[in-house]
C-alpha cells in the first residue's frame, strides 16, 4: 500500500513538473529584475511574467517592455561562457534566484523602417519625425542625455531604459558593430505582470 502510494505521488509530482516546464518554455516565464534601468516601471529585485508567445506575426510595437538576450550583439564586450557556467545561470534563472548576465529588460522605442533622433527643441525624443510621449520616465527626468540619430534596419530593434541616466542601452552602442540595434530572433518575451512581492503585484500597460 505504501508503495503503491509512494508509486502515484511520483507520478503526479512528475507529470506536474512537466507541465510546469511546458508552460515556461512555451507560455510564460518568470524573470527577476536585477537592474535599476528600468526605475521606475520595474524595482530591482521584482519578478515579472513574461509571455513567451510574443511578438506574433505583427512583429515587436513600440512602448512594449520586453526581455531579450544581449549576447554577441547588445553585449559585445562580454566574454564567451563555458557550457557549464551557462548551465549554472539557466539552472539559477529556473529556480528564481538569478537572471544571466546577458539577459536585459528593455523598452522597444524603435522598431524596423524607423529613425529614432534625440532630441529635438522641446528636449523631446522623436520617432520619423515625430514628438514621442513617455509618460513612464521618472518625473522631470530627460529622455536622453546623449544626443543621437539611429536609422533602425529591418528585422531589429531600438531599445531604451526608462531610467535614462543608470540604462545601459542601445545609445552605449552607437559606435559597436551593430549599432546597438537588437535582433527581433534575440526577443525571449514580453513583460506583462509584475508578480512579486504580492504587495506590488501590478500589470504592465501596453503604450504606442
Not at 16 to 33: E, P, W
Not at 130 to 136: G, H, K, R, V
Not at 170 to 188: H, K, N, T, V, W
Amino acid at each position: 500500500m505504501i508503495r503503491r502510494w509512494g508509486l502515484r505521488l511520483a507520478v503526479v509530482l512528475a507529470a506536474a513538473l512537466l507541465i510546469s516546464t511546458g508552460v515556461r518554455i512555451f507560455l510564460v516565464d518568470i524573470y527577476l529584475v536585477s537592474q535599476d534601468s528600468m526605475d521606475p516601471t520595474l524595482d530591482d529585485g521584482e519578478r515579472v511574467a513574461v509571455a513567451k508567445h510574443y511578438p506574433g506575426d505583427d512583429g515587436p510595437e513600440r512602448g512594449d517592455v520586453i526581455v531579450f538576450d544581449g549576447e554577441g550583439s547588445f553585449a559585445p564586450y562580454q566574454g564567451q561562457q563555458s557550457a557549464l557556467s551557462r548551465l549554472a545561470q539557466q539552472a539559477g534563472h529556473w529556480i528564481g534566484v538569478g537572471t544571466p548576465p546577458q539577459v536585459f529588460v528593455k523598452r522597444v522605442i524603435g522598431t524596423g523602417g524607423d529613425t529614432v533622433v534625440c532630441c529635438d527643441g522641446d528636449g523631446r525624443l522623436t520617432v520619423n519625425g515625430e514628438p514621442l510621449d513617455e509618460p513612464y520616465l521618472p518625473e522631470g527626468e530627460a529622455p536622453s542625455r546623449i544626443s543621437f540619430e539611429a536609422e533602425v534596419p529591418e528585422g531589429r530593434m531600438w531599445v531604451l531604459g526608462d531610467n535614462r541616466p543608470e540604462s545601459v542601452d542601445s545609445r552605449a552602442l552607437l559606435g559597436a558593430p551593430g549599432g546597438g540595434m537588437i535582433s527581433e530572433d534575440r526577443i525571449i518575451g514580453q513583460v506583462t505582470d509584475v508578480v512579486w512581492p504580492l504587495s506590488d503585484r501590478r500589470g504592465i500597460e501596453e503604450l504606442r
